[in-house]
Each structure stands twice: as structure tokens, then as C-alpha cells.
């Protein structure tokens, strides 16, 4: 099988950033793949066409323990299989297209890549092992690297700060190398000739047809952030009258000492005693001591319901030096 062409960058250097975008690379392939729950194929075809500009993951806690940690784990890789394990870049001799960014690399080609997962998916991983779906996630991404360094055989590390590892070896068949190549063949495809893949209206995010729909959108748009400025200036005076108001109730309630109503000036006024809410949940609690008493809620619970959440946003999704937008892509999501 050939090998990959090593390519001298490195790694997160400006010059890697743009090397990564004029291709398809090792991360992108479980995106591609649909495992990813973080991304969409649209959304990775927008990022890579310039239609979208992609997150900035650089504050991300779990992207930050994962570059802490990620010497550490070499380290512990290279004890344990006696090797010195390089991070190299590398593009697929079979497509070029196809590039890798190596946490670390053997003597053999044999790729290793390196996570410092949350609490959470460690113990997901403890549990349940190669069904996990963050395994198989980063399974396609070791595979895509075995794709790139022209070898079968690499391993994934799960490494926690308290030194503690989950080592997996990840094999590549024959049928998952070429289930890779003509994936990824296909989405850059879809980069190069700008044609979107389908959308998942669950997922991505609704963008209107240049034309009359982003006339209309953009219309309505304006008129919402109009209207959601003199909401918010009116709520803001409504809540200091009414802040007012509570003075000046609890000033007269003063006054009429213990006298029970009041009629005077236009002002009625009657105390009345009101019950206080029953907290049905600590009531099921002490009636059935240690029993999980929410899930016998469940089945009282109304019927789900549909909400819609409006928000002023700082940013467009979209870029807005790409003019075309998507034109071609139709997406509804009510």
C-alpha cells in the first residue's frame, strides 16, 4: 500500500490553518460520515465554501484539557509500545485531498490520536466501550488517518489528568478505506462545484433563497429588531413604575395600620389572607422515602409542545462577502 507524503507545518501555525482548508481532512471524515453530533455535513460544506465563518473552539475547556494533556499521553504511548511517536501532517498518497494531522506517528506509519475526554463520556467509555458513540466518532477520525498514513493498524487513547487511559486499537478493512475515499470525493465535490449537500432541518440552520425569501426575511427582520427595541424600552419603564408602585401600596397599607379595607381617593383597598402553594413533589417525597418519586410524575405530565425562542444576534450566520448564498437550497423548519 503507498504511503502518505509528509507535509513540514505545524501544527495550529497559520500556514496549517490554511492547509487544512484547501482540503478534507481526518477530523472532517466523521462529519462527513454522520456520526458527528457537533456538526453537519451542510455545516462543514459551509465552513470549507465561506458561506459560514467556523466556531472558534479556542475557549473550549475540553479542546484546552485535550492540548494540556496531549504530551502527557504521548509519553505514556511511547513507554508502553516502545516508540517515538511524531506529530506529523500527511497527505493520502491514493488523493491528495485526503491530509492528516497526526497526534503522534511510529516507525510503522501506525497513527495514534490522543483525547482527554469529560467525566461524562470517561464514564460513557467505562460503560459501554467500542458501542459508545464518542468511540465510534473518533474511531472514523483514526481510520481517515489510517486512510492518509497507508496503514491498517493505529490506536486510540482515551487519557485523563489523574493518568488513567482507555487504549483502543482501531483497525481499517479494505470496505472502510474505500467507504472513506469516495465519501469525502463526494463532499469535496460539493465544495468545489458549490452544491450544497441536503440540509437536516433538526440540525442546520434555515437560510432563505436570494430573491424574494431574503427580501421578505430581511424585511421582517428589521421590523423585529425595531419592535423588540421599544419592547424592551417600554419594559424597562413598566418595571420601574411598577417598582414605584409597590412603594406607594406598601406606604398606604402602612397608614391604614389594622384596618382591613379602604375606599378613599379613588383607591380601594382590601386585605384578604390567600393559601400557599402545594409542593406536591416534597409531599410524594416524604409519603415514599427513598423511591425516585419524579418518574412517577412522568405520566401526568401535558402533552410536548412546540415553543419558538426570538433572540437579537450579534453576528449573521451567514458571511456576508458570499453574496450568492445558498441559492439552491431550500430548508423549512415549522
Same mark, same amino acid.
Given at each position: 500500500?503507498?504511503?502518505?507524503?509528509?507535509?513540514?507545518?505545524?501544527?495550529?501555525?497559520?500556514? *496549517?490553518?490554511?492547509?487544512?482548508?484547501?482540503?478534507?481532512?481526518?477530523?472532517?471524515?466523521?462529519?462527513?460520515?454522520?456520526?458527528?453530533?457537533?456538526?453537519?455535513?451542510?455545516?462543514?460544506?459551509?465552513?470549507?465554501?465561506?458561506?459560514?465563518?467556523?466556531?472558534?473552539?479556542?475557549?473550549?475547556?475540553?479542546?484546552?484539557?485535550?492540548?494540556?494533556?496531549?504530551?502527557?499521553?504521548?509519553?505514556?504511548?511511547?513507554?508502553?509500545?516502545?516508540?517515538?511517536?511524531?506529530?506529523?501532517?500527511?497527505?493520502?498518497?491514493?488523493?491528495?485531498?485526503?491530509?492528516?494531522?497526526?497526534?503522534?506517528?511510529?516507525?510503522?506509519?501506525?497513527?495514534?490520536?490522543?483525547?482527554?475526554?469529560?467525566?461524562?463520556?470517561?464514564?460513557?467509555?467505562?460503560?459501554?466501550?467500542?458501542?459508545?458513540?464518542?468511540?465510534?466518532?473518533?474511531?472514523?477520525?483514526?481510520?481517515?488517518?489510517?486512510?492518509?498514513?497507508?496503514?491498517?493498524?493505529?490506536?486510540?487513547? +482515551?487519557?485523563?489528568?489523574?493518568?488513567?487511559?482507555?487504549? +483502543?486499537?482501531?483497525?481499517?478493512?479494505?470496505?472502510?478505506?474505500?467507504?472513506?475515499?469516495?465519501?469525502?470525493?463526494?463532499? *469535496?465535490?460539493?465544495?468545489?462545484?458549490?452544491?450544497?449537500?441536503?440540509?437536516?432541518?433538526?440540525?442546520?440552520?434555515?437560510?432563505?433563497?436570494?430573491?424574494?425569501?431574503?427580501?421578505?426575511?430581511?424585511?421582517?427582520?428589521?421590523?423585529?429588531?425595531?419592535?423588540?427595541?421599544?419592547?424592551?424600552?417600554?419594559?424597562?419603564?413598566?418595571?420601574?413604575?411598577?417598582?414605584?408602585?409597590?412603594?406607594?401600596?406598601?406606604?398606604?397599607?402602612?397608614?391604614?395600620?389594622? +384596618?382591613?379595607?379602604?375606599?378613599?381617593?379613588?383607591?380601594?383597598?382590601?386585605?384578604?389572607?390567600?393559601?400557599?402553594?402545594?409542593?406536591?413533589?416534597?409531599?410524594?417525597?416524604?409519603?415514599?422515602?427513598?423511591?425516585?418519586?419524579?418518574?412517577?410524575?412522568?405520566?401526568?405530565?401535558?402533552?410536548?409542545?412546540?415553543?419558538?425562542?426570538?433572540?437579537?444576534?450579534?453576528?449573521?450566520?451567514?458571511?456576508?462577502?458570499?453574496?450568492?448564498?445558498?441559492?439552491?437550497?431550500?430548508?423549512?423548519?415549522?
Amino acid at each position: 500500500m503507498p504511503k502518505m507524503t509528509v507535509v513540514d507545518l505545524n501544527q495550529r501555525s497559520d500556514e *496549517w490553518l490554511n492547509w487544512r482548508s484547501l482540503g478534507v481532512t481526518a477530523t472532517d471524515i466523521p462529519v462527513i460520515l454522520g456520526l458527528s453530533p457537533y456538526k453537519t455535513v451542510w455545516q462543514l460544506w459551509a465552513e470549507k465554501t465561506g458561506r459560514i465563518n467556523p466556531p472558534d473552539l479556542s475557549g473550549n475547556p475540553n479542546i484546552q484539557r485535550g492540548i494540556a494533556l496531549e504530551d502527557e499521553a504521548r509519553k505514556v504511548a511511547e513507554n508502553r509500545y516502545g516508540e517515538i511517536l511524531l506529530p506529523v501532517c500527511g497527505e493520502c498518497a491514493r488523493w491528495d485531498v485526503l491530509r492528516a494531522s497526526f497526534d503522534g506517528i511510529d516507525s510503522h506509519n501506525q497513527p495514534y490520536e490522543f483525547k482527554a475526554p469529560s467525566k461524562a463520556v470517561w464514564e460513557d467509555l467505562e460503560a459501554n466501550g467500542v458501542a459508545s458513540p464518542t468511540f465510534k466518532l473518533y474511531e472514523a477520525q483514526v481510520q481517515a488517518q489510517l486512510t492518509v498514513a497507508g496503514t491498517h493498524v493505529g490506536r486510540l487513547i +482515551f487519557y485523563r489528568e489523574d493518568g488513567s487511559d482507555q487504549d +483502543f486499537e482501531i483497525r481499517l478493512t479494505p470496505e472502510r478505506e474505500n467507504q472513506i475515499l469516495e465519501a469525502a470525493k463526494q463532499f *469535496w465535490e460539493q465544495v468545489q462545484t458549490k452544491t450544497p449537500p441536503e440540509l437536516d432541518p433538526d440540525r442546520d440552520w434555515y437560510i432563505p433563497e436570494s430573491g424574494t425569501e431574503k427580501f421578505k426575511w430581511e424585511a421582517y427582520a428589521d421590523a423585529w429588531r425595531s419592535q423588540q427595541h421599544r419592547i424592551r424600552k417600554l419594559k424597562d419603564e413598566l418595571k420601574a413604575l411598577e417598582k414605584d408602585q409597590k412603594g406607594v401600596q406598601r406606604a398606604m397599607t402602612d397608614l391604614m395600620g389594622a +384596618f382591613q379595607r379602604a375606599d378613599i381617593g379613588g383607591v380601594k383597598v382590601t386585605r384578604f389572607e390567600k393559601a400557599g402553594s402545594i409542593d406536591y413533589l416534597a409531599y410524594l417525597r416524604d409519603t415514599f422515602p427513598g423511591k425516585d418519586v419524579s418518574s412517577e410524575l412522568e405520566p401526568y405530565r401535558k402533552p410536548t409542545r412546540e415553543e419558538v425562542r426570538f433572540t437579537k444576534s450579534e453576528d449573521d450566520l451567514v458571511n456576508p462577502a458570499v453574496d450568492e448564498l445558498v441559492t439552491s437550497v431550500k430548508a423549512a423548519y415549522f
